[in-house]
């Protein structure tokens, strides 16, 4: 075991935000020959506990069930069994203690960026001085003060995008549930979105859940990433990163392809695992990080 | 620096973004544009227009047939100036805004419900496309056996073109609502009453204008067939009167105005569609 990887959680004990406890999930599905129904089991006895002010990530292959489990946190979906507490009290439903940013931004188009990020707190009922003051508050975290008063399908993608978060952290809510946020960028803005995503969690100190495909923005964000297996969905491993902040630039580094690569080990099916990609040392990946970098 | 950068994503911002100086020309080469922007959109017209005057006076087509534009256009005026326009066109504004708005109010709440409740719109979405696809004025036979040959009989038709074009599009455009949209508002913890109001009718919005619009094409179109068939008023009836009695400049006349009056209802349908999807990225502009 690496201790940069495998270890346990240090002394200091963090205080536990969001606790999954047994949670499935299974979906009625019509058999294909003959009648009835049959059950697929996405999610299989999955266990977590997320710390308070921590940043997690989900990764796993598609159908891991990685974006049902971020809707059972929201309360979107109902499960099949197990609950989920959030500082201790059982959660039955959506409500504002959760924000949820999704790929699609689904901002409301009919909405001004201002009018998109006060939404949920025309649903708090906070009166109108007061939603603008806080509306210009986040406008100005994310950058898109000028663009108060334009329309959403006058942004780009990341400004889309900023404008969700703003609108996700408007209501201050105290976990961030974010599903794959970042997928529908391009590398450049990604990376850029990255860096002010981890500044305003830092600014924050919110709780964030963040559902991805690309093991490189996991290891990037994260404070602990939950690997998820298939079939059924589970989580197969949890990972603390113990890469310093902030880490920008950091993504060269050999620690960086170190645990990015045993991520990707992770993330491979178990016999394949074992078969074609032999554990590979650090001192070995070092030397070829090091032929490389010479190059 | 951060202008330039808006003006570079935003080329539409140019226009605000430039010192204020200079206005006044600026408003000289829009009307100039205007104008001749008018002036193109109309040639075709002034050129039917004057055709429509030269073939009849020349002889090149029976005046009988076709008076030269000027007679039809003086004779209307005189119509105007006695009223007798006015009984009909009255008559027929009436009839057409009972059913046209009779249809909304039953089509705009009903589509709401069908395409929220999916499961009743699938039982009855059948009825809905046989209603639809059935010629309407085949109907009025029936329509006016059931409710006499007055008042009833043609509001209920007109009711009748404009309610399924409404309501289908009405389904759609909530059944059509973005999910990710309901599941943002879900996600704060909207209930159904406000998401409907907040979310769905917003975003529904822009399909339910184009039912309308398409309503209100079709309720003109059902208010002059039925006005010609058995009635003794209305705008439809005075186009048949006068070619009975060989009033034919006075029957283009009608002719002409219905033609305008179809233009002038889009127009501002479409005024109004603009007014309410100014955030819709698609909305183009087209007629006056």
Known sequence: ?295 | MTTEARVSIFPRSLEADKPKSGLKLKWLKWIGQGLSGLFLKFAIIFIIIALWEIFPRFGFIDPFLLPPFSEVFYNTMVLFKTGEFFKHFNISIIRISCGFFGGLCVAIPLGIFMGWFKTFEQYVNPLVEACRNSSVLTLYPIFILLFGIGERAKISIIMWGTVWVVLLNTISGVKNVDPSLIKSARSMGMKDLSLLARVILPAATPSIITGVRLGAANSILILIAAEMIGSNAGLGFMIFYYEARYAIAEMYGGVVFLAVMGVAVNALLFRLERRLTSWHEKSIYFGT
């Open chain 1, 1 to 295: 075991m690496d201790p940069r990887t495998d270890s346990a959680i240090g002394a200091a004990r963090p205080t536990t935000k969001i606790e999954v406890r047994d949670i499935q999930k299974v979906y009625r599905v019509k058999r294909e020959n003959g009648g009835g129904y049959g059950e697929f089991i996405v999610l299989k006895d999955v266990n977590l506990d997320v710390y308070a002010g921590e940043f997690l990530t989900l990764v796993g292959p598609s159908g891991c069930g990685k974006s049902t489990m971020l809707d059972l946190l929201a309360g979107l979906i109902p499960n099949s069994g197990g609950e989920i507490r959030i500082d201790g009290r059982t959660i039955t439903g959506p409500a504002m203690d959760r924000g949820f940013v999704m790929q699609a931004y689904a901002l409301f188009p009919w909405l001004t960026v201002q009018s998109n990020v006060e939404f949920g707190l025309t649903i708090k009922k906070v009166p109108k001085a007061k939603r603008k003051a806080i509306s210009a508050h986040y406008l100005e975290m994310v950058g898109l003060t000028q663009f108060a008063n334009r329309y959403p399908h006058e942004l780009s993608g990341g400004m889309k995008q900023r404008v969700a978060i703003a609108r996700a952290l408007a209501f201050d809510p105290e976990v961030l549930l974010m599903d794959e946020p970042f997928a529908a960028l391009d590398a450049q803005t990604r990376e850029t979105l990255q860096d002010e995503l981890l500044e305003l969690w830092e600014k924050t100190g919110k709780t964030i859940v963040f559902v991805t495909h690309s093991i490189d923005e996991a290891v990037y964000l994260a404070d602990r990433i939950a690997v998820m297996g298939t079939n059924p969905g589970r989580i197969s491993e949890i990972v603390n990163i113990k890469l310093s902040r902030p880490r920008k630039g950091s993504r060269g580094s050999a620690e960086f392809g170190w645990i990015r690569h045993k991520i990707w080990q992770y993330l491979q099916p178990e016999e394949a695992a074992k078969e074609d990609f032999p554990p590979i040392g650090a001192t070995d990946v070092a030397a070829v990080i090091d032929s490389q970098a010479a190059l």
